[in-house]
């Protein structure tokens, strides 16, 4: 049970944003909402984490909604290079909970 | 260059073999993690390790073995009890239980 729940598919062009959502409905008040992607036959790459707060890094944003059911990943230019599966993932630190990925978001990026 | 590193990249055996996939790091982590993906799907968790010699079952741990004799390393057997071994095995690492993760390149495992 991945607890989140995603769309299968997503399209862009390249160098527009792109935005992917992430449903947690059930999420509890002290788990962390953490994105990884992955690329072709590679492992997965940490993209960004957060709880409440939004939060920025170089690599993308993440939009967290008040109410915490649900986060957006932001990719504010997509290149080619972004095209991978993109994971969004419930973590409970103090529970010790592992990451437990679900089906992910297939991201496609168009020249 | 810290990291963590698999190996080999590719491997093949015989039904009915064990095999044992290698798992370093350097990172100085205390948790280490195994996982299991098929085609088309994600990522299914085999084992876990918290600190060295400790070491707790996920979700599909039946037909694996692992052990745990020093915090660099994590290697996972596959037994001919596993049913379907052919997968793509990734290890990773991270400071402890339940923070960001890094993952190796992955060992693609093919039975026949």
């Known amino acids: 049970d991945a607890k989140t729940t995603q769309p299968n598919s997503m399209e862009s062009n390249e160098e527009e944003p792109v935005h992917l959502p992430c449903n947690h409905s059930t999420i509890s008040g002290t788990d962390y909402i953490h994105w990884y992607r992955q690329l072709p036959s590679q492992g997965p790459e940490y993209v960004i984490h957060?709880?409440?707060s939004n939060v920025n890094n170089r690599m993308a944003s993440l939009a967290i909604a008040e109410d915490r059911k649900s986060s957006t990943l932001i990719l504010h230019r997509a290149t080619l290079r972004d095209a991978a599966v993109y994971y969004c993932?419930?973590?409970?630190?103090?529970?010790?909970?592992?990451?437990?990925f679900g089906g992910g978001t297939r991201l496609m990026v168009k020249p | 260059d810290g990291g963590i590193t698999q190996s080999p990249k590719y491997l093949f055996r015989k039904e009915g073999q064990n095999v044992t996939l290698s798992c370093e790091q350097n990172l100085n982590h205390d948790a280490m993690y195994w996982y299991r993906q098929d085609p088309g799907q994600g990522l299914r968790l085999i084992y876990y390790s918290q600190i060295v010699n400790d070491f707790q079952k996920g979700d599909i741990a039946e037909g694996y073995s692992v052990s745990r004799e020093k915090k660099e390393s994590f290697p996972l057997t596959v037994t001919s009890a596993q049913k379907n071994p052919t997968a793509f095995y990734l290890c990773a690492s991270s400071i402890k239980v339940g923070t960001e993760a890094f993952f190796g390149q992955g060992t693609r495992l093919t039975v026949v």
């Open positions: 993932i419930r973590m409970n630190n103090n529970a010790g909970n592992m990451l437990t």
């Open positions: 957060g709880l409440t």
